[in-house]
């Protein structure tokens, strides 16, 4: 008979964001007449860029010629893409990339579950608490976690690197070294970030200590402080330790059509074994490229036209997050984050759990957030709301949160 993989059997209840929908469908069948304003889900509202309309089309039109139709894309992504991305993202920071360092994928949700792939499942996973549960949940689907301990949230074989209010909500260097450490700034869910010599300081624990880490970048187009690092390779030395990860999704608007890319740079070797080698033969195996009209509109973001576009997407979206962080801090909310990301990380009121917290704004105020306990254990007592929404959706939310 068939066995199932035990480590999906230890996984604790559902995914977070399945349950918020469970319980937000539920909702709205016991009360239709109710505007549900959805602040949870970190997905864009605003339409894609003109630009990338454009690209789309003409790409489309050039699948049609008799002589251009094209079929499965080069493993690692076309080079016209690639290109851009090392021009546009890191020579314009003095990051230096070969083109066989980048790697073009669907999303980064699934190069940050798949990573895992090329390392030894006896390998040690430090994580910040809170945290994005795709980090936690795709290691405990490998057998990295160990075993989930409900007394205390956690699972007992991850080293958890809490990030608490009193530091700013960063991660401080645990005292049992990591092998693999994952850090995600701007921070998905808190907004926080750390300064540029803050992440030197870890690019230069990873090499002491022989560890990688892996920098999720998703938001990185969010950022307004000169002195927050957009790209971990700033930081000399990072390229013998850090793996990084970007998205298309965030910075412009790409979540319904899916593109992303790694960067696993040659430097980095374990016991002289290339890294990148090991990505790129999991990457050609398993994964059959990015289709040729979304890597054209992907090339298009990086056009004059598409920069700008974009650069107003982004605004639009901070301008929603500077009127939830400062309508909440002057309710009386204690609030953090939505400066250099689109996430406001605020305390429960009135000692409420995340998810009472969550069933009393559903259920009062008819809007959606996040809890935080969602994100892991330190993540209790606190609540995401994203700034992804309208800005009508926005205003109105705000008000309404304000009433009760």
């Given at each position: 008979m068939f066995k199932i993989n035990d480590n999906y059997l230890k996984l604790p209840g559902s995914y977070l964001f399945s349950?918020?929908?469970k319980k937000v469908a539920a909702f709205?069948?016991?009360?239709?007449?109710?505007?549900?304003?959805?602040?949870?889900?970190g997905d864009v509202t605003l339409p894609l860029a003109p630009a990338v309309i454009t690209a789309l089309h003409t790409a489309v039109d050039e699948m049609g010629g008799k002589n251009s139709f094209k079929g499965y894309a080069p493993d690692q992504g076309y080079e016209f893409l690639r290109r851009a991305i090392i021009d546009n993202d890191f020579k314009t920071?003095?990051?230096?990339?070969?083109?066989?360092e980048v790697f073009v994928s669907d999303g980064s949700k699934s190069d940050a579950a798949n990573i895992g792939d090329i390392f030894s499942v006896d390998n040690k996973i430090g994580v910040c608490d809170p945290v994005y549960p795709v980090y936690v949940d795709s290691n405990a689907m490998s057998g990295r976690a160990g075993s989930y301990v409900a007394e205390t949230e956690r699972?007992?074989?991850l080293i958890y690197m809490p990030c608490k209010e009193e530091n700013g909500f960063a991660p401080e260097f645990p005292q049992e070294v990591p092998d693999i450490i994952y850090l995600c700034f701007p921070n998905n869910p808190t907004g926080s970030t750390i300064k540029k010599d803050q992440l030197q300081e870890w690019v230069d624990f990873a090499n002491k200590n022989k560890s990688v880490i892996i920098y999720d970048a998703a938001y990185e187009a969010y950022i307004s402080e000169a002195?927050?690092?957009?790209?971990?390779?700033e930081c000399e030395g990072a390229k013998t330790c850090a793996i990084e990860m970007r998205s298309f999704s965030k910075n412009a608007g790409f979540t319904g059509t899916r593109l992303a890319y790694t960067i696993v740079p040659k430097d980095l070797l374990c016991g002289g074994v290339s890294v990148n080698g090991l990505w790129a033969r999991r990457h050609g195996t398993k994964f059959n490229g990015a289709p040729y009209i979304i890597q054209k509109a992907g090339e298009a973001v990086y056009s004059e036209e598409g920069k700008k576009q974009t650069a107003e997407q982004v605004a639009y979206y901070m301008k929603n997050a500077k009127l939830i962080r400062e309508g909440l801090a002057e309710a009386g909310y204690s609030v953090s984050g939505g400066i250099n990301a689109p996430y406001i990380w605020l305390k429960t009121p009135n000692n409420m759990t995340s998810w009472e917290f969550f069933d009393h704004l559903l259920e009062k105020a008819n809007v959606v957030g996040t809890p935080g306990s969602g994100f892991g254990p330190n993540g209790e007592g606190y609540f995401r709301l994203t700034a992804f929404g309208s800005y009508e959706n926005t205003v109105a939310a705000l008000d309404r949160i304000k009433k009760l």
């Open positions: 349950t918020i929908a709205e069948k016991a009360n239709p007449d109710k505007k549900i304003i959805r602040l949870g889900i920071r003095g990051v230096e990339l070969d083109l066989d699972w007992d074989n002195d927050v690092p957009h790209s971990i390779y």
